[in-house]
C-alpha cells in the first residue's frame, strides 16, 4: 500500500526527502554497507539534487558507500541539455566527493540504443544484491509525467510489456527519441520507491492515477506493484485536487 505524504512547500518536500533519503542510506549502510539508489531525471528533482550537495546536507552523506544509479536516460551525448546525467552530475554529483567507480551512468551509444540498454542491464545485474535474480535498488527514485508515465515507461510504448530485462531501449512517439529506461521488473523489486511530484501542473494526473476509474489501459504509474515500501512526496499544489476528494469522502462519512 503507497504512503502519502503531502508537505505544504516543495522546499518543505525536498528538506524532507533529503532527510528520509539520509536516514534510509544509513540504515542500508548499517545493514549490507551500501547503499544502492537510481535517481530521477526531468525537472522536479533538480532542486532535491542541489539539497543534498549543499552545505546542510553533503557533510552527513558518507558518499564512500553510496552507488549512484539512473532511473532513465535520453539517447543524447552525457553534455547535451537534455541528458539526465548532465542535469544530476551539475546539480549534485560533481560538488559531492563521491568516488567516480560509484557513479553508475547509462552510457549512450546513440547508434546502438539496444546495445546502450543491454550494457546497463548488464551493469545492474553485475553491480546490484539480486533477490530471486532480480537486481534489486535499496532507493528508486521516480517523477510522474502529465500522462502518466514514470521514468521512461510512457503509455502505448513497448517497453511497458517487457517483464524479463530489467533495462530496455524505448521510442518515444511524443518526442520523436529514444530513451533508455529501468523496466518493471526492477522497480518493483527496489526497496523502497520515492514518488516525487510538485506543482500544480501534476495536481490533475496525481488525482487521476489516485482516484479516477483506471481506464482500459492504466496509466504506466499504476501499473507499478511495488514490493518494497512506496511512498508519494507531494506538494499542496500537486496535491490539490486529489485533497479535495478526500475532504469531500471525509464530510460525506
Ligand atoms: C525523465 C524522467 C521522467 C520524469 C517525468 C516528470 O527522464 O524525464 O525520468 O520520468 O520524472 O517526465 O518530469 P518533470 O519532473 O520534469 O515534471
Not at 532535491?48 to 550537495?53: E, S, T
Not at 552530475?89 to 540504443?113: F, R, S, W
Amino acid at each position: 500500500m503507497a504512503k502519502v505524504n503531502v508537505y505544504k512547500t516543495v522546499e518543505l518536500l525536498n528538506q524532507t526527502v533529503a532527510e528520509d533519503i539520509l536516514s534510509l542510506c544509513q540504515a542500508c549502510i548499517e545493514k549490507h554497507g551500501t547503499f544502492h539508489i537510481a535517481l530521477a531525471g526531468g525537472g522536479t528533482p533538480k532542486k532535491l539534487y542541489q539539497l543534498i550537495a549543499s552545505d546542510a546536507f553533503c557533510g552527513k552523506y558518507p558518499w564512500e558507500k553510496i552507488h549512484v544509479y539512473f532511473g532513465d536516460e535520453r539517447c543524447v551525448p552525457a553534455d547535451h541539455e537534455d541528458s539526465n546525467y548532465r542535469m544530476v552530475n551539475e546539480a549534485l554529483l560533481a560538488k559531492t566527493p563521491i568516488p567516480v567507480e560509484n557513479i553508475h551512468p547509462i552510457h549512450i551509444d546513440v547508434d546502438d540504443v539496444t546495445a546502450s540498454a543491454d550494457r546497463y542491464n548488464d551493469e545492474l545485474i553485475a553491480s546490484l544484491p539480486s533477490d530471486q535474480e532480480t537486481p534489486k535498488f535499496d532507493l528508486v527514485l521516480l517523477g510522474i509525467g502529465d500522462d502518466g508515465h514514470t521514468a521512461s515507461l510512457f503509455p502505448g510504448t513497448t517497453i511497458l510489456q517487457q517483464m524479463k530485462k530489467f533495462v530496455d531501449a524505448v521510442y518515444v512517439e511524443k518526442f520523436n527519441s529514444w530513451r533508455i529506461s529501468i523496466t518493471y521488473p526492477v522497480i518493483n523489486a527496489a526497496a523502497n520507491i520515492y514518488l516525487l511530484a510538485t506543482g500544480e501542473g501534476k495536481a490533475r494526473i496525481v488525482k487521476t492515477v489516485m482516484f479516477d476509474e483506471p481506464p482500459a489501459e492504466p496509466y504506466p504509474i499504476q501499473r507499478i506493484q511495488a514490493q518494497g515500501n512506496l511512498y508519494w512526496y507531494l506538494d499542496e499544489a500537486a496535491a490539490a485536487q486529489a485533497a479535495e476528494i478526500v475532504l469531500s469522502q471525509a464530510r460525506s462519512d
